[in-house]
């Protein structure tokens, strides 16, 4: 069969990593460690698992960053090589009882499908994605399918998925809407990782497949005071503003936005011009509460924004209750030190890598940052429950198989990763596989 594998190739994953960095390229590298491959079928890891035929295989900013080289070293030692990748799958059941059923995979590997006894308490309780075994059990390490050698993944023609695993598809849901439900399963958990009230004003960093599910999951679920997204593109603008958010704006307009939004004053930026030396240049002072008493006005300060040449904002007084990144670069971190309140909270949603962070205004203003990873299981209202199934139910409602963009052979795998790489500027979300 084909597949579409990464080998454990430290010259092919440095010197890709090399080339994007000094060229800038997104498009696919002739050197990048994925190759299109003739393959058999990893042999069955135990009982109770199935053989899928994948309808639909999602392309998932985590399967760019590992084609490009950029995957932290952090990861080689929860994988095992060669690995197929691709979890975001709708596909067939191909033998056992459930034949000719239609699913969707929860990728996420644990003491369950691992066959661990006792499992962890983690997995006891329902959280699969704190499994504390990744590396251990009957199949070699991996923390999700398309991340193992025994499971395969997606970008395949087919692959094994435990039973626990397994979601049948609602009959009217298309494949579509299908191979959205994994990514919405993790942008549900971010939702719920962030701990929002209804009275907090809430931003989510990046309009990607996994911020713009996380906004459809903080509407839905949770339904705060505010919620501003950050969208670069147009047509992510245009997703945000069908699925719900109140504020779109592009990131460089962020601050000014969410100092609006909260009534906070701003900080100028450090590489700006002082705001006394400006004060000099301009020859207009920012009013104090004396200068306001003596014009007659409320004896309160001017807020402004206007420090630096441009009014340009370096981080806010005050700033949003909760900050969700879904980009997970050193910039988007940055930015989310700058928006949230002192005490916020910002939840990492996006896969970061190796990054440097200034991380005084985290100690400083005692803001909390938190992981979300994945899925397992969700507090709503009194009762847990499984995120898989809150996704299947949020897809279903939000209609968000519309995200999905383009479809490619695996034969044109070239095409489609470059394509996922410039998603947005081809005025695309959702790029995947199709062995339709």
């Known amino acids: 069969m084909k597949s579409l594998q990464v080998e454990l190739n430290l010259a092919r994953f440095a010197s890709t990593k090399l080339i994007n960095s000094f060229s800038g390229k997104s498009g696919f590298m002739p050197a990048s460690p994925l190759l299109l491959k003739d393959t058999e079928l990893p042999p069955k890891p135990g009982q109770n698992w199935y053989r899928i035929k994948p309808i639909l ?5 985590s399967d760019l960053a590992t084609v490009r080289g950029e995957t932290s070293g952090y990861f080689y030692r929860i994988v095992s090589f060669p690995f197929t990748l691709g979890h975001e799958i709708v596909g067939i059941v191909q033998d056992g009882d459930l034949a000719g059923q239609r699913v969707v995979i929860e990728s996420v590997l644990n ?3 691992r066959a661990i006894e006792p499992m962890c308490e983690h997995c006891k309780n329902g959280d699969i994605q704190l499994c504390e075994n990744i590396t251990f059990g009957h199949i070699h390490p991996g923390l999700q399918i398309g991340f193992c050698k025994d499971t395969g993944g997606g970008w395949a023609e087919e692959l094994w998925a435990h039973q626990s695993q397994i979601y049948p598809i609602p009959e009217g849901m298309g494949d579509e809407d299908a191979v959205m439900v994994e990514p919405t399963a993790c942008g549900i958990h971010a939702a719920f990782s962030a701990g929002i009230r209804e009275d907090d004003d809430v931003v989510i960093l990046g309009a990607g497949t996994i911020g713009l599910t996380t906004l459809a999951a903080v509407k839905d679920y949770l339904n705060p005071k ?7 593109y147009p047509i992510q603008q245009s997703a945000a503003l069908l699925i719900g958010a109140d504020i ?6 962020l601050l000014r936005s969410v100092r609006r939004t909260t009534n906070s004053m701003a900080v100028a930026p450090e590489a700006s011009i002082p705001s006394v030396l400006m004060e000099k240049l301009l020859g207009k002072g920012e009013k104090t509460r004396q200068d306001n008493k003596e014009l007659g006005g409320a004896s309160t300060p001017k807020r402004t924004t206007d420090i630096s040449p441009r009014g340009l904002v370096g981080r806010l ?10 980009i997970g670069n050193a910039s988007s971190i940055s930015q989310a030190l700058a928006a949230v309140k002192p005490g916020g909270k910002i939840v990492l949603a996006g896969m970061p890598g190796d990054v440097k962070v200034d991380l005084a205004p985290l100690w400083q203003r005692e803001i909390s940052l938190v992981g979300a990873y994945g899925y397992g299981r969700e507090l709503l209202g009194d009762e847990h429950t499984s995120t898989f199934s809150l996704a299947i139910d949020l897809v279903e409602r939000e209609g968000l198989g519309r ?8 034969s044109r795998y070239k095409e489609a990763i470059a394509h996922a790489n410039n998603a947005g500027a081809r005025e695309s979300i959702k790029i995947v596989f199709s062995n339709e």
């Open 57 to 61: 295989s999602g392309i998932c900013g």
């Open 111 to 113: 003491c369950g499908t």
């Open 226 to 232: 505010s919620i501003t997204i950050t969208a670069k």
């Open 248 to 253: 779109i704006v592009k990131p460089s307009e």
């Open 317 to 326: 007084t005050k700033g949003a209750d909760v900050v969700i990144d879904c």
């Open 403 to 410: 995200l999905v963009s383009a479809k490619y052979p695996l």
